[in-house]
């Protein structure tokens, strides 16, 4: 039984990510690779997350087969929420590696309070359609523009509300010290936070 890590990379496009496997000795040196050279024609690939684990190759396989209706060709990219994939790795016996110094439980708890949190929140239900305009809640020249339930492009990338107000802040020079936001709470639409506009039935 040969042991090696199972890894998840987010890329420039938002919601295609890479599920990859690398011995463990090799990992460093393939996140450096691909950070710098891409995959596939597709840039800016980052690190998300990584586990060590007994059996590493037939679980890459396994998750392969798993998530194959998401799978790009016959690449190793997917159409996926990065933490859904996440969550599903936490559950595996092993070592996390990247991010170093994670508590496994709680960062399977974490990744599922985050996953509902996004999955209750919808610009149709909030009857925001598809090309209208949100504002950032301290700075309405930072503009968004709907494109999907619970996406939205800003800067030429599709953005989920949570990580683009993370991305904002990072920018800014203002994080807070958990580093977590609710998304819906720093943007508005019509003057009005997203977080208090109620839900239509």
Known sequence: MSTGIIYIMTTAVSGLIKIGKARTENYAERMRFLEMNGYYNVVGMKRFFAIEVVDYSDKETLLHEIFSKHRVGSSELFALDADLVKQLLLSFDGRVVYPAGGNKEKDFDAVARVRKQGERFSFYRK???NGEKIAFVSDD???ATVVDER??????????LSPLTY???EKKNQLNNSGAYQGAAYFTY???????IKDKD
Do not use: A, M, T
């Open 127 to 129: 009857g925001i359609k």
């Open 141 to 143: 020249s930072i503009i």
């Open 151 to 160: 996406e939205v492009e800003y800067e030429n990338q599709r953005w989920k």
């Open 167 to 169: 991305h904002i802040f």
């Open 190 to 196: 019509c003057g009005k936070k997203l977080k208090d």
